[in-house]
T-cell receptor, first 116, second 112 residues
Framework: AQKITQTQPGMFVQEKEAVTLDCTYD???????LFWYKQPSSGEMIFLIY??????QNATEGRYSLNFQKARKSANLVISASQLGDSAMYFC?????????????FGSGTQLTVLP | EADIYQTPRYLVIGTGKKITLECSQT?????MYWYQQDPGMELHLIHY???????EKGDLSSESTVSRIRTEHFPLTLESARPSHTSQYLC???????????FGSGTRLTVV
């Protein structure tokens, strides 16, 4: 079963507008972490934002915020005031205990294109 | 300035050749990881290490092998490359699980 689901293969947004990228997750563990990464066409993975399962407030980092709805098991990324440089692939990921392997599991990604 | 380095950035190699993809980090992280990613697709964990002389296989079966003789170095080796190994390989390291990994810039491998 998919642990991380990103249902939007591609999204378009006008420059300076806000955009929400969807992410839902599946875990039975009460302790987990959720991450968003940006991958430009050059291929490197850039860490954007982190939300812990016990965090009371939604995480924010500059123009990025994470809309964390625990009961719905969703962790959507909101990018405010989109810029042309935001065009990239965005991956949602989850860290959960799995034996001793606390590694990240990634979703299939959303390709965001910012239009001028 | 990158704190985790992968070389080579691009590699085109013939079938049957032995290759080693290098990954080094200067942050003193104990935890290191190798992910495989086909173009436009999700990342799959193929190997990880929690410290020197510790290596484990990840979720995705891979014919590659890894070693961790020094904290800062986590090379990945393919003994006999095949076209099915064509992919991008991303190395990452982390101090704790609660914060994002730092990724290298990746190696794009093409086996012809």
């Amino acid at each position: 079963a998919q642990k991380i689901t990103q249902t939007q293969p591609g999204m378009f947004v006008q420059e300076k507008e806000a955009v929400t990228l969807d992410c839902t997750y599946d875990t039975s563990d009460p302790s987990y972490g959720l991450f968003w990464y940006k991958q430009p066409s050059s291929g490197e993975m850039i860490f954007l934002i982190y939300q812990g399962s016990y965090d009371q407030q939604n995480a924010t980092e500059g123009r990025y915020s994470l809309n964390f709805q625990k009961a719905r098991k969703s962790a959507n990324l909101v990018i405010s005031a989109s810029q042309l440089g935001d065009s990239a692939m965005y991956f949602c990921a989850m860290r959960e205990p799995s034996g001793s392997a606390r590694q990240l599991t990634f979703g299939s990604g959303t390709q965001l294109t910012v239009l001028p | 300035e990158a704190d985790i380095y992968q070389t080579p950035r691009y590699l085109v190699i013939g079938t049957g050749k032995k290759i080693t993809l290098e990954c080094s980090q200067t942050m003193g992280h104990d935890k290191m990881y190798w992910y495989q990613q086909d173009p436009g697709m999700e990342l799959h964990l193929i190997h990880y290490s929690y410290g020197v002389n510790s290596t484990e296989k990840g979720d995705l079966s891979s014919e590659s092998t890894v070693s961790r003789i020094r904290t800062e170095h986590f090379p990945l080796t393919l003994e006999s490359a095949r076209p099915s190994h064509t992919s991008q390989y991303l190395c990452a390291s982390g101090l704790t699980e609660d914060y994002g990994y730092t990724f290298g810039s990746g190696t794009r491998l093409t086996v012809v």
